[in-house]
């Protein structure tokens, strides 16, 4: 799929970034892959982690900056994957301004860099926590989902596509709760907000193969989302920390109980395949000669009421799927 091909990946040394550039390289055998970062020592590390792979071209730039978009859209590119974010809860909520710049004005100048440049697919990572969103990490990540999508009516006629990829929290990504619990466990008690939380849960590698899916099947204007497995946080503190103490610290400012993939409102007009659910644009104005429903008349749509949430969902992992997931 990507033989031949120009990818560029914004947030390029961030943990989905790298992950992506191992299973590319692994499997096919690109033109070249452009890691757009702003930080010059997670590129040299990770240009150290390739073994200097001549096909890595490394970009320092800042999504907030227009020109420096464009100069990296500006070489012929096939594929961009854009995973660039600020993504800490608190640290959103403390520098709401930052946030918006970043996460929504950010993902505006790669919609316009990528339509002036020709690009043909562009695929934003969004998180469940768009759904419904309770922080402002959600709220923009909501925000840049509908840029993307209708980055499409944008576009018209010169061809470059947006579609989304949605998915739940990544094992033992930065920030996740499994090397906390890890760190923790060495004083013999560890710390949950609540008992009750549930939650989506998806390894990097499942991650990059779904977004290689979602680049293969997109025709522009959907939101990808992966049938995912739930997860309760108590079966995580057991499987990690079997002997610790267990402190209910209560939950957190911006914090959900259950996360959501879809919503209600998004199920009248999500349709089902075998391993993922795909959102149709509700408005389509880019394509208005087909009907979007065509496109996959394999799928089935969503019975009324229907939500796609962690708590709900029918599919939970055991005590021993979870200890295979997380490699304890």
Known sequence: MFNNQTILITGGTGSFGKQFTRMVLDRYNPERIIIFSRDELKQHDMRMQFNDDPRLRFFIGDLRDRDRVYRAFSTPIDLVVHAAALKQVPAC??????????NI????????????????????LSTDKAVNPVNLYG???????????QGNSYAGAKGTRFSCVRYGNVVGSRGSVVPVFRQLRENGTITITDERMTRFWITLEQAV?????AASMMVGGETFIPRLPSMGI??????????????????????????????EDEARHTVAL???FVILPEYAWWDSKHDETQRYTKA?????????ASNTNDWWLSLDE???MIGE
């Open 93 to 102: 909520e403390y520098n709401p301004y930052e946030a918006v710049k970043t």
């Open 105 to 124: 004005i950010g993902g505006q100048h790669v919609i316009d860099a990528a339509i002036d440049c020709g690009i043909p697919k562009v695929i934003a």
């Open 139 to 149: 709220a923009t990540k909501l925000c840049a989902e509908k840029l993307f999508i």
């Open 209 to 213: 193969e779904f977004v290689f899916n």
């Open 234 to 263: 108590m079966d995580l503190a057991k499987v990690i920390a079997p002997d610790c103490e267990i402190k209910i610290t209560g939950i957190r400012p911006g914090e959900k109980l259950h996360e959501v993939l879809i919503s």
């Open 274 to 276: 075998e391993n993922l």
């Open 300 to 308: 089935q749509p969503l019975p009324d009421g229907t939500t796609y």
């Open 322 to 324: 979870l200890r295979a």
